[in-house]
């Protein structure tokens, strides 16, 4: 890997003006949840109809590796913010 130098007296980049913060891995959605400790055998379906209970689920994902078996978590999308915080309200312990 070869390193370039900048010039003398050149500005720096705006990358290291920037404030140092948390490296950003994804878009934070507010509507989406993530579900953890799925069982192997769950369905997207089964996740549609448990979390319904709480608001309109718009889609569900339940992340796989490549041989197709769950990683065991996903996500839930529901159709508006509100819903998706009504499960803090509701199942906070």
Request: hydrophobic residues 35%; glycine residues 10%; contains cysteine.
């Amino acid at each position: 890997m070869h390193k370039m130098a900048a010039p003398s007296g050149a500005a720096p980049t705006a990358a290291l003006e920037a404030p140092l913060s948390a490296p950003k891995y994804g878009t934070l959605i507010p509507n989406r949840i993530f579900v953890g400790g799925i069982s192997g055998d769950t369905t997207e379906s089964d996740l549609c109809r448990v979390f319904s209970a709480y608001g309109n689920v718009k889609s569900t994902k339940i992340i796989v590796d490549r041989a197709g078996v769950s990683k065991g978590y996903g996500f839930v999308t529901f159709e508006t913010e509100q819903e998706a915080q009504r499960l803090q309200t509701d199942v906070s312990p």
